[in-house]
Each structure stands twice: as structure tokens, then as C-alpha cells.
């Protein structure tokens, strides 16, 4: 299945169906009078956040969704049906944008979680509801109201525990293909990476989860390389791990180089609490691991780890530090209590509605 975390929809609510007019005609009944019945409301589009998805990929290829339209009144005082709502089911993370994909609108962060995004049209009144002891006979009635319709951006922003950082081929999917089940591309060009990748990491009898993201280069928030729309999945991740090539010609301009593109992104991101690792020191001689790493503690300010995901040095360790600071109650369990919590009973009607459109 392909990753998509982002996706430009349609939506339409149902318009409210018309008014009758109608009276009451019947042999041998001395007093008729109207019976025009009114029309039924529209229906809701709602979004629901499901567990068990991970993409948007469902609106890759439908994009336009309406709900029902509520049916129209009839004589004998009988109304219209209200029109069916029309669910759309998003992951956990999805976000709602308006359509200058600026204006965010909701924000889904538990699993089960509905939001009325659109309100279907209230049906309108038959002759019947005009009736009083001043107007016994009245032939008019109110068509339903039309439906709302907009597009909006639905953007997915992964919830991990822990996010991967780094230049492409820093050895970022390689490290999550060793501590967890998950099957990245791996190669020896950069660019690998194309969308994040998700891992639980069990470690210690505790399990979390790791996300890695496509590799940053230089002047990414301009839109160099893959850009930097990917960075928006490592926003709710509690800790990053940045992973620093030590094959590479200067570690610590490589550590600055992303370190600068985090703060273009967004300067909070830049402020989240970062673990800083030197990988692949398999690959290099002692001389050249030791200048590296002088010129990474430099750059960041703090010693960094070793780590060789080939040989599985360092990585123990690595993961015993992502632990400590994801602390007791990781993202990943918080979604997990989600899916035990019952979801909303009833999406919550907007002002102005009347149950007797229902």
C-alpha cells in the first residue's frame, strides 16, 4: 500500500428536502383542511477517525463525497425522510485544512473521535405548520435549505513515539530495520526514502514507536531535495534520534546542516529533545571515528553515541535513551487507551438546529 498523508476532498451536505402543500380531501368528512407534511434534513458529513489505518491512500482516488438529500413532505401530514450522513474514515493524526491549506479546522488525536464537518440543509415547513385560527387554509410553503460544500486539505501527521533525523543515507532506515519489524528500502544512493516508515521497537520488556523520515539536505525548506513536507510527522514525536554519517567529510557541518533546516521548519521543532548518535562507525578507522566524533560533540554541545546498526554496537544502548526520555506513557499507549474508550455517542448538531427537521 502506498503512503499518503495528504489529500484535497469534496464534500457536499444533503440539501433539506421541500415543503408540501396539500390539503385534506375525503368523502364524507365535513372539515378537511391542510396536510402538507414538512421535508426532512439534509445529512452530515462527518469524518471518524478509524483504527487500523495509516493513509490516506482511500482518497487518492475519490475525492468528491455528498451526503443524502432529506426527502420531500407529502400530503397527509407526512414528512420527508432525513437524508443519510456520509462518514469519511481518516487515521489517527489526520488533520483538516480549508482550502488555502493554511486554516486548520480540527485536529483528530483519539482513535474513534467524529467531528461534523459540514451540516445538511433543514427541511422545509409544509402548509400544514402555517396553519392558526387566522389562516385555516394557507398554500404556501418553504423550500429546504441548501447543503454546505467546500474543499478542505486532509493532512496526516504520523503519531510516534520517537522520530529518526538525518541527511540521506545517514543509515536511518537501517537502524529501524534492525530494532523492529519493519522493511524499508535500503540502498547505497541517497533519496532511498520516500515516505515515513513506522516501527514498534520492543526493548527492555517495554515497546515503542519509531518513525523515520525521508532525509533532509541542504536548503530542504526551500524546496531543495524531497523538501521538508515530511518534517510535519516528527511535530508530535516526544524525542528525536539524529543520526550523523560518520563515512561523511565533517560530521559536525552535517549535524548544523539539519539542525538549521528544523529551525526553518519550525522553531518548537527545533527545541524538541534530540538524541545525538554517530552511525555506521563500523565502516570508518579509529582515527577518523575519534576526529568525528570531537567535531559532533562541537557541533551539538554533547558527547554523541556510537552507534553501527551492521553490527549492532552502540544500538542497545541507543534505545535505552529513547526510553528514558519517552517516559512512562508514550504516544503509542495513549492511542492504545483511545481504542478502549468509546467513542463519541453523537457528533454534536450545530446552533440552529430543530428536531423537527429530523
Aim: with cysteine; net charge neutral; aromatic share 6%.
Amino acid at each position: 500500500m502506498k503512503f499518503l498523508d495528504e489529500a484535497k476532498v469534496y464534500i457536499r451536505s444533503g440539501d433539506g428536502g421541500n415543503g408540501c402543500v396539500a390539503f385534506r380531501r375525503e368523502k364524507f368528512i365535513e372539515f378537511g383542511g391542510p396536510s402538507g407534511g414538512n421535508g426532512g434534513r439534509g445529512g452530515d458529513v462527518i469524518i471518524e477517525v478509524a483504527d487500523g489505518l495509516n493513509t490516506l491512500i482511500d482518497y487518492r482516488y475519490q475525492q468528491h463525497f455528498k451526503a443524502q438529500k432529506g426527502g420531500n413532505g407529502m400530503g397527509s401530514d407526512r414528512h420527508g425522510a432525513g437524508g443519510k450522513d456520509i462518514v469519511l474514515k481518516v487515521p489517527l493524526g489526520t488533520q483538516i485544512f480549508d482550502e488555502d491549506r493554511e486554516t486548520l479546522i480540527h485536529d483528530f488525536t483519539k482513535v474513534g473521535e467524529k467531528f461534523v464537518l459540514a451540516t445538511g440543509g433543514n427541511g422545509g415547513f409544509g402548509n400544514a405548520h402555517f396553519k392558526s385560527s387566522t389562516n385555516r387554509a394557507p398554500r404556501n410553503a418553504n423550500p429546504g435549505q441548501p447543503g454546505e460544500e467546500r474543499w478542505i486539505w486532509l493532512r496526516l501527521k504520523l503519531i510516534a513515539d520517537a522520530g529518526l533525523v538525518g541527511l540521506p543515507n545517514a543509515g536511518k532506515s537501517t537502524f529501524l530495520s534492525v530494532v523492529s519489524a519493519a522493511k524499508p528500502k535500503i540502498a547505497d544512493y541517497p533519496f532511498t526514502t520516500l515516505h515515513p516508515q513506522l516501527g514498534v521497537v520492543r526493548t527492555d520488556g517495554r515497546e515503542f514507536v519509531l518513525a523515520d523520515i525521508p532525509g533532509l539536505i541542504e536548503g530542504a525548506h526551500e524546496g531543495a531535495g524531497l523538501g521538508d513536507r515530511f518534517l510535519g510527522h516528527v511535530e508530535r514525536c516526544r524525542v528525536l534520534l539524529h543520526l550523523v554519517d560518520a563515512t561523511s567529510e565533517h560530521a559536525g557541518k552535517d549535524y548544523k546542516t539539519i539542525r538549521a533546516e528544523l529551525e526553518a521548519y519550525d522553531p518548537e521543532l527545533a527545541e524538541k529533545t534530540e538524541i545525538v548518535a554517530l552511525s555506521k562507525i563500523d565502516a570508518v578507522s579509529p582515527e577518523h571515528l575519534k576526529d568525528q566524533k570531537a567535531r559532533l560533540k562541537r557541533a551539538a554541545k554533547k558527547t554523541p553515541l556510537l552507534v553501527s546498526s551492521v553490527s549492532h554496537d552502540g544500538v542497545p544502548e541507543a534505545l535505552r535513551a529513547l526510553l528514558s526520555l519517552i517516559g512512562e506513557a508514550p504516544v503509542s499507549a495513549n492511542a492504545k487507551k483511545a481504542t478502549e474508550s468509546p467513542p463519541d455517542a453523537e457528533p454534536e448538531q450545530p446552533s440552529g438546529w430543530s428536531p423537527l427537521s429530523r
